[in-house]
């Protein structure tokens, strides 16, 4: 780009005033001062954890939901107002909040725990148990009543297994008469499952489920969001429209309704639109849905890549049997141990749930019925997401 067009860029950026007036409101981590339609739900958390004011432990709680659907935001609005409604008594209380999936392990997480509460540990070094006597001996000589967020708590269960819940659903007995409460929140609903009954019992003294919005609610929902964030009349009532059914189609998410509403004002700012109009939705959804599957592939380990190579070098729709033939094949290629067929009908249903392959069972008569897969996803542009990966990169593929 010559130093000429960039003036001409940076000018034109300087010089309009932009379409949008705040862009943090847009962004999918900004949380509203009001939550329409979950009221309920407000209610609820806040109900459950207020005995804290009066020096006696809240349930535990679990709050589940699909994404999207407000959990976050929900917690961290009654967790500030009940850290406000704190300070109006002397009793020792602290709130402590921590992402399972941001911090990545069980040390981080109860690191995040003792550095909330004034415990100092190392980075590393100490076992669990070690660091958890230390947080527990802590909560009990500063008589501190401690309430324990564990957002995606899934993350931790699947990475970790349960021992760190099972660690804490048995300090109830060590910490008197100081009390720690633990609410949990997982978009995944099966994580459940995963959970030994006893964990799951104490986990889920309470539980709080949120359900997918309709599209009717996240046109309230963006409509609000689009007053924060734009001055008024420069966001077309069809555009919003738009994009709440659009976010509604899947399942009713707040984050892609707020997702396509910022990124379609971002290509409406460089095309120097005077409004957010409909047409430009459509190309954030576009926009969006090859982030996704990029993303997707990207981060797909080495045999599901090769399970998708396998498809996507069949014309037409393939059977299971044919599917895992093509691909023990491909593994000779590259003198890769293939996998059970076992564990690739997991990974072929994998691949299905991120919408990567399409399967439809066919009937064959008499014959029975049989899963008939095949890719949607356009091939040259698979065939550059799969060859990036450097194991496949010299895989002599025809598209
Ligand atoms: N009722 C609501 N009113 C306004 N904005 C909302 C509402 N519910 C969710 N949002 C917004 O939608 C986005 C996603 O919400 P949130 O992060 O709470 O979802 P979540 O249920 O925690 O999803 P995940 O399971 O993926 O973490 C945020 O930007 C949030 O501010
Ligand atoms: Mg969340």
């Given amino acids: 780009m010559s130093i000429d067009i960039m003036d001409d860029v940076f000018d034109k950026a300087l010089s309009s005033p932009g379409l949008v007036q705040d862009p943090s409101v847009l962004r999918s981590d900004y949380i509203p001062d009001r939550l329409p339609f979950r009221e309920e739900q407000i209610r609820t958390v806040a109900e459950i954890l207020a005995p804290i004011l009066k020096n006696s432990k ?30 109006k008594t002397p009793k020792q209380m602290t709130f402590a909040y921590c992402n399972s999936r941001v911090a990545g392990t069980e040390y981080r997480v109860l690191s995040q725990l003792a550095n909330a509460i004034g415990v100092e540990i190392p980075f590393t070094g100490l076992a669990l148990s070690e660091v958890f006597a230390r947080i527990i001996k802590h909560i009990n000589q500063s008589q501190t009543n401690v309430i324990f967020t564990l957002d995606e708590i899934d993350f931790l269960v699947k990475h970790s297994g349960d021992d760190l819940l099972y660690e804490f659903t048995r300090s109830n007995s060590e910490i008197f008469p100081a009390s720690l409460s633990l609410v949990g929140i997982s978009n995944d609903l099966q994580f459940k499952d995963l959970l030994d009954p006893r964990v799951l019992s104490s986990l889920s003294e309470e539980e709080i489920v949120f359900t997918p919005y309709t599209a009717d609610q996240l046109r309230t929902i963006l409509n609000e969001r689009a007053l924060l964030a734009f001055p008024p009349g420069q966001v077309s009532q069809a555009a919003v429209n738009l994009c709440a059914a659009l976010a509604a189609s899947e399942h009713g998410d707040a984050r892609r309704a707020v997702d396509l509403l910022r990124v379609a004002a971002e290509i ?6 005077a409004s957010l109009e409909e047409e430009h939705i459509r190309l954030a959804l576009q926009h969006i849905e090859q982030d996704r599957i990029g993303e997707a592939v990207h981060s797909l380990p080495l045999h599901a890549k090769l399970l998708l190579t396998t498809i996507m070098l069949n014309q037409d729709s393939q059977s299971t049997g044919e599917i895992y033939e093509s691909y023990r094949k491909l593994t000779e290629t590259i003198r890769t141990e293939s996998l059970t067929q076992r564990r690739v009908s997991a990974l072929l249903a994998e691949l299905d749930m991120l919408g990567l392959i399409t399967t439809s069972i066919v009937s064959k008569g008499r014959y029975g019925r049989t899963k008939s897969i095949y890719t949607q996803v356009p091939k040259t542009r698979l065939r550059d997401l799969l060859t990036a990966d450097p194991i496949l990169k010299d895989l002599k593929l025809p598209y």
């Fill in 58 to 87: 809240p349930s535990n709680l679990l709050l589940y939901g699909k994404t999207g659907t407000g959990k976050t935001a929900v917690t961290h609005r009654v967790l500030e107002r009940l850290q406000k409604a704190a300070t």
């Fill in 268 to 273: 409406a700012e460089r095309k120097s639109a």
